[in-house]
Protein backbone atom coordinates (compact mmCIF):
# COMPACT_ATOMS: atom_id res chain seq x y z
CA UNK A 1 0.00 0.00 0.00
CA UNK A 2 2.78 2.14 0.36
CA UNK A 3 1.81 6.18 1.46
CA UNK A 4 -1.84 4.09 2.35
CA UNK A 5 0.17 1.63 4.10
CA UNK A 6 1.99 4.59 6.28
CA UNK A 7 -1.09 6.38 6.93
CA UNK A 8 -2.59 3.47 8.33
CA UNK A 9 0.42 2.88 10.92
CA UNK A 10 0.24 6.62 11.75
CA UNK A 11 -3.53 5.97 12.78
CA UNK A 12 -3.50 3.43 14.94
CA UNK A 13 -0.47 4.73 17.01
CA UNK A 14 -1.99 8.00 17.22
CA UNK A 15 -4.89 6.25 19.25
CA UNK A 16 -2.23 4.36 21.03
CA UNK A 17 -2.88 0.94 19.46
CA UNK A 18 -0.58 -1.77 20.57
CA UNK A 19 2.19 -3.03 18.31
CA UNK A 20 1.12 -6.68 18.23
CA UNK A 21 -2.11 -5.02 17.19
CA UNK A 22 -0.69 -3.17 14.50
CA UNK A 23 1.44 -6.09 12.91
CA UNK A 24 -1.68 -7.79 13.01
CA UNK A 25 -4.26 -4.62 11.28
CA UNK A 26 -1.96 -3.43 8.57
CA UNK A 27 -0.86 -6.79 6.64
CA UNK A 28 -4.67 -8.03 7.02
CA UNK A 29 -5.39 -4.72 4.67
CA UNK A 30 -3.18 -5.77 2.07
CA UNK A 31 -3.95 -9.38 2.39
CA UNK A 32 -7.69 -8.50 1.62
CA UNK A 33 -6.74 -5.93 -1.17
CA UNK A 34 -4.45 -8.82 -2.97
CA UNK A 35 -7.28 -11.18 -2.23
CA UNK A 36 -9.42 -8.91 -4.50
CA UNK A 37 -6.95 -7.52 -7.15
CA UNK A 38 -7.83 -3.76 -6.21
CA UNK A 39 -6.74 -1.32 -4.08
CA UNK A 40 -8.30 -0.90 -0.44
CA UNK A 41 -9.82 2.54 -1.36
CA UNK A 42 -11.95 0.53 -4.42
CA UNK A 43 -12.95 -2.20 -2.57
CA UNK A 44 -16.45 -2.66 -2.39
CA UNK A 45 -19.06 -4.98 0.11
CA UNK A 46 -18.94 -7.20 -1.88
CA UNK A 47 -15.66 -7.58 -2.02
CA UNK A 48 -14.74 -7.60 1.33
CA UNK A 49 -17.50 -10.34 1.73
CA UNK A 50 -16.10 -12.82 -0.52
CA UNK A 51 -12.73 -12.75 1.38
CA UNK A 52 -14.19 -13.18 4.68
CA UNK A 53 -15.98 -16.36 3.33
CA UNK A 54 -12.92 -17.46 1.79
CA UNK A 55 -11.32 -17.11 5.46
CA UNK A 56 -13.72 -18.88 7.07
CA UNK A 57 -15.09 -21.75 5.01
CA UNK A 58 -11.50 -22.26 2.61
CA UNK A 59 -8.99 -21.75 5.24
CA UNK A 60 -10.86 -22.58 8.25
CA UNK A 61 -9.53 -20.06 10.14
CA UNK A 62 -11.49 -19.79 13.65
CA UNK A 63 -14.56 -17.50 14.24
CA UNK A 64 -12.04 -15.18 16.91
CA UNK A 65 -9.38 -14.81 14.15
CA UNK A 66 -12.16 -13.82 11.86
CA UNK A 67 -13.70 -11.28 14.19
CA UNK A 68 -9.90 -10.25 14.48
CA UNK A 69 -10.18 -9.67 10.63
CA UNK A 70 -12.98 -7.45 10.82
CA UNK A 71 -12.09 -5.15 13.09
CA UNK A 72 -8.98 -4.50 11.36
CA UNK A 73 -10.94 -3.80 7.91
CA UNK A 74 -13.15 -1.91 10.10
CA UNK A 75 -10.41 0.22 11.49
CA UNK A 76 -8.98 0.56 8.24
CA UNK A 77 -12.32 2.06 6.49
CA UNK A 78 -12.62 3.82 9.23
CA UNK A 79 -9.56 5.85 9.99
CA UNK A 80 -7.84 6.12 6.20
CA UNK A 81 -10.83 5.76 3.73
CA UNK A 82 -13.52 7.86 5.92
CA UNK A 83 -16.23 5.47 4.07
CA UNK A 84 -17.76 2.92 6.65
CA UNK A 85 -20.98 1.95 3.78
CA UNK A 86 -19.01 -0.46 2.16
CA UNK A 87 -19.14 -2.39 5.86
CA UNK A 88 -22.76 -1.59 6.15
CA UNK A 89 -23.91 -5.39 7.75
CA UNK A 90 -20.56 -6.68 8.46
CA UNK A 91 -20.42 -7.37 12.20
CA UNK A 92 -18.57 -10.02 14.41
CA UNK A 93 -19.89 -13.18 14.09
CA UNK A 94 -21.14 -15.19 17.55
CA UNK A 95 -18.96 -17.96 18.51
CA UNK A 96 -18.99 -20.36 21.20
CA UNK A 97 -16.41 -19.49 23.85
CA UNK A 98 -14.51 -21.83 25.61
CA UNK A 99 -13.12 -21.94 28.73
CA UNK A 100 -9.30 -21.59 29.07
CA UNK A 101 -7.23 -24.34 29.90
CA UNK A 102 -5.31 -24.08 32.80
CA UNK A 103 -2.40 -26.64 34.36
CA UNK A 104 -2.36 -27.81 37.99
CA UNK A 105 0.41 -26.91 40.39
CA UNK A 106 2.20 -30.06 39.75
CA UNK A 107 2.64 -29.68 36.10
CA UNK A 108 4.18 -26.01 36.50
CA UNK A 109 6.23 -26.94 38.82
CA UNK A 110 7.09 -30.13 36.67
CA UNK A 111 7.79 -27.00 33.52
CA UNK A 112 9.83 -25.46 35.78
CA UNK A 113 12.04 -28.23 37.02
CA UNK A 114 12.89 -29.95 33.62
CA UNK A 115 14.05 -26.78 32.10
CA UNK A 116 17.84 -26.74 32.73
CA UNK A 117 18.66 -23.42 30.96
CA UNK A 118 18.76 -20.63 33.70
CA UNK A 119 17.03 -18.33 31.46
CA UNK A 120 14.58 -20.38 30.20
CA UNK A 121 13.32 -21.25 33.91
CA UNK A 122 13.51 -17.64 34.48
CA UNK A 123 10.85 -16.65 31.57
CA UNK A 124 8.66 -19.66 32.86
CA UNK A 125 8.89 -18.48 36.67
CA UNK A 126 8.39 -14.83 35.47
CA UNK A 127 5.21 -15.85 33.11
CA UNK A 128 3.46 -17.92 36.21
CA UNK A 129 3.86 -16.13 38.75
CA UNK A 130 2.88 -12.80 37.61
CA UNK A 131 0.77 -13.33 34.87
CA UNK A 132 2.35 -11.44 32.18
CA UNK A 133 0.98 -11.52 28.92
CA UNK A 134 3.51 -13.00 25.94
CA UNK A 135 4.18 -9.66 24.39
CA UNK A 136 4.55 -7.94 28.08
CA UNK A 137 7.27 -10.45 29.13
CA UNK A 138 9.75 -9.76 26.25
CA UNK A 139 9.02 -5.89 26.61
CA UNK A 140 10.43 -6.49 30.18
CA UNK A 141 13.51 -4.70 31.13
CA UNK A 142 15.85 -5.03 34.29
CA UNK A 143 14.80 -2.23 35.70
CA UNK A 144 10.76 -3.33 35.69
CA UNK A 145 11.83 -6.14 38.51
CA UNK A 146 10.67 -4.02 41.53
CA UNK A 147 12.70 -6.30 44.28
CA UNK A 148 11.57 -3.96 47.23
CA UNK A 149 8.43 -3.66 46.26
CA UNK A 150 8.25 -7.49 45.03
CA UNK A 151 6.24 -6.23 41.98
CA UNK A 152 7.06 -5.92 38.48
CA UNK A 153 6.34 -2.92 35.88
CA UNK A 154 4.63 -3.47 32.72
CA UNK A 155 4.94 -0.30 31.25
CA UNK A 156 3.10 -1.15 27.83
CA UNK A 157 0.30 -3.74 28.99
CA UNK A 158 -2.78 -3.76 26.44
CA UNK A 159 -4.11 -0.66 25.29
CA UNK A 160 -0.84 0.78 26.14
CA UNK A 161 -1.69 0.96 29.66
CA UNK A 162 1.00 0.68 32.80
CA UNK A 163 0.21 -1.73 35.69
CA UNK A 164 1.90 -3.81 38.32
CA UNK A 165 2.12 -6.77 39.25
CA UNK A 166 3.48 -9.72 41.20
CA UNK A 167 6.90 -10.80 41.88
CA UNK A 168 7.74 -14.23 43.62
CA UNK A 169 10.67 -14.68 45.92
CA UNK A 170 11.11 -17.32 44.22
CA UNK A 171 11.26 -16.15 40.95
CA UNK A 172 13.38 -13.12 42.18
CA UNK A 173 16.02 -15.29 43.36
CA UNK A 174 16.17 -16.86 40.27
CA UNK A 175 16.55 -13.49 38.00
CA UNK A 176 19.18 -12.48 40.10
CA UNK A 177 20.85 -15.86 39.77
CA UNK A 178 20.95 -14.67 35.95
CA UNK A 179 21.86 -10.98 36.60
CA UNK A 180 24.82 -12.34 37.42
CA UNK A 181 25.25 -14.42 34.34
CA UNK A 182 24.75 -11.84 31.79
CA UNK A 183 25.43 -8.35 29.88
CA UNK A 184 21.83 -6.70 29.77
CA UNK A 185 21.88 -4.67 26.64
CA UNK A 186 18.33 -3.35 27.23
CA UNK A 187 15.59 -5.87 27.57
CA UNK A 188 15.79 -8.66 30.61
CA UNK A 189 15.73 -11.47 28.22
CA UNK A 190 17.66 -11.18 25.19
CA UNK A 191 18.93 -13.44 22.75
CA UNK A 192 22.35 -14.75 20.94
CA UNK A 193 22.60 -11.39 19.26
CA UNK A 194 21.65 -9.38 22.27
CA UNK A 195 18.41 -8.00 20.72
CA UNK A 196 15.05 -8.41 22.34
CA UNK A 197 13.76 -12.09 22.42
CA UNK A 198 11.14 -13.10 19.92
CA UNK A 199 7.67 -13.87 20.82
CA UNK A 200 8.12 -16.84 19.17
CA UNK A 201 10.91 -18.01 21.15
CA UNK A 202 9.46 -17.45 24.33
CA UNK A 203 6.60 -20.13 22.85
CA UNK A 204 8.93 -22.68 21.90
CA UNK A 205 10.48 -22.44 25.43
CA UNK A 206 7.17 -23.09 26.70
CA UNK A 207 5.78 -25.54 24.58
CA UNK A 208 9.13 -27.32 24.63
CA UNK A 209 9.31 -27.26 29.13
CA UNK A 210 5.36 -28.65 28.63
CA UNK A 211 6.26 -31.58 26.07
CA UNK A 212 9.74 -32.19 28.72
CA UNK A 213 7.38 -32.37 31.72
CA UNK A 214 4.89 -34.83 30.03
CA UNK A 215 1.95 -32.48 29.88
CA UNK A 216 -0.47 -33.46 27.46
CA UNK A 217 -2.00 -30.39 26.47
CA UNK A 218 -1.38 -27.50 24.29
CA UNK A 219 0.63 -25.58 26.44
CA UNK A 220 1.52 -21.73 25.39
CA UNK A 221 2.81 -18.84 27.53
CA UNK A 222 -1.11 -17.31 27.73
CA UNK A 223 -1.51 -20.93 29.75
CA UNK A 224 0.90 -19.97 31.74
CA UNK A 225 -1.31 -16.72 32.54
CA UNK A 226 -4.73 -18.29 32.74
CA UNK A 227 -2.93 -20.97 35.35
CA UNK A 228 -1.62 -17.48 37.43
CA UNK A 229 -4.96 -15.67 37.10
CA UNK A 230 -6.92 -19.53 38.43
CA UNK A 231 -5.12 -20.66 41.32
CA UNK A 232 -4.70 -16.89 42.63
CA UNK A 233 -8.47 -17.80 42.55
CA UNK A 234 -8.11 -21.17 44.00
CA UNK A 235 -5.75 -19.28 47.26
CA UNK A 236 -8.81 -16.82 47.82
CA UNK A 237 -7.77 -13.92 46.46
CA UNK A 238 -10.31 -11.27 45.36
CA UNK A 239 -11.76 -10.88 41.56
CA UNK A 240 -10.74 -7.59 41.57
CA UNK A 241 -7.63 -7.84 42.89
CA UNK A 242 -6.77 -10.48 40.06
CA UNK A 243 -8.63 -7.84 37.69
CA UNK A 244 -5.97 -5.62 38.32
CA UNK A 245 -2.59 -7.86 38.23
CA UNK A 246 -4.18 -9.18 34.75
CA UNK A 247 -4.81 -5.74 33.59
CA UNK A 248 -8.20 -6.39 32.22
CA UNK A 249 -9.74 -3.65 31.47
CA UNK A 250 -13.25 -4.79 32.67
CA UNK A 251 -14.15 -7.33 35.55
CA UNK A 252 -16.62 -9.38 32.97
CA UNK A 253 -13.52 -10.69 31.36
CA UNK A 254 -11.84 -11.71 34.54
CA UNK A 255 -15.03 -13.54 36.08
CA UNK A 256 -14.13 -16.55 33.42
CA UNK A 257 -12.11 -17.65 35.90
CA UNK A 258 -14.67 -18.16 38.27
CA UNK A 259 -15.92 -20.97 35.98
CA UNK A 260 -12.80 -22.56 35.89
CA UNK A 261 -11.60 -22.61 39.41
CA UNK A 262 -13.72 -25.88 40.84
CA UNK A 263 -11.37 -25.46 44.51
CA UNK A 264 -12.53 -22.17 45.32
CA UNK A 265 -16.43 -24.10 44.87
CA UNK A 266 -15.54 -26.69 46.67
CA UNK A 267 -14.81 -24.49 49.77
CA UNK A 268 -18.06 -22.60 49.22
CA UNK A 269 -20.45 -23.78 52.20
CA UNK A 270 -24.17 -23.51 51.37
CA UNK A 271 -26.01 -20.93 53.76
CA UNK A 272 -28.42 -23.45 54.99
CA UNK A 273 -25.57 -24.72 56.97
CA UNK A 274 -24.90 -21.57 58.61
CA UNK A 275 -28.58 -21.49 60.14
CA UNK A 276 -28.86 -22.30 63.61
CA UNK A 277 -31.94 -25.52 63.58
CA UNK A 278 -33.08 -27.94 66.17
CA UNK A 279 -32.28 -31.37 65.50
CA UNK A 280 -35.78 -32.45 62.95
CA UNK A 281 -36.60 -36.04 62.48
CA UNK A 282 -34.70 -38.94 61.36
CA UNK A 283 -34.47 -39.07 57.45
Known amino acids: MGALQERFIRELEVRKMSKNTIDNYVPLVGNLSAFCGKPPLRLKRD ?3 GFLHHRLKVEHIAPSTLNNNIAAIKAFFSLVARDTSVLSGIDNIKHAKHL ?3 LTTDEVASMIEVTGNLKHRCILEVLYCSGVRLQEC ?3 MPRDILSKQMLIHVRHGKGDKARHTLLSRRALESLRHYARTVRFRKYLFEGRSRNQYSNRSVEK ?7 RAGIQKAVSPHTLR ?3 ATHLLDQGVDLRIIQKLLGHTSIKTTTIYTHVSTQTLERVVS ?5 ELSQGGEL
Do not use: Y
Open 47 to 49: DIV
Open 100 to 102: PMV
Open 138 to 140: VDL
Open 205 to 211: IVTSAAE
Open 226 to 228: HTF
Open 271 to 275: PLDHL
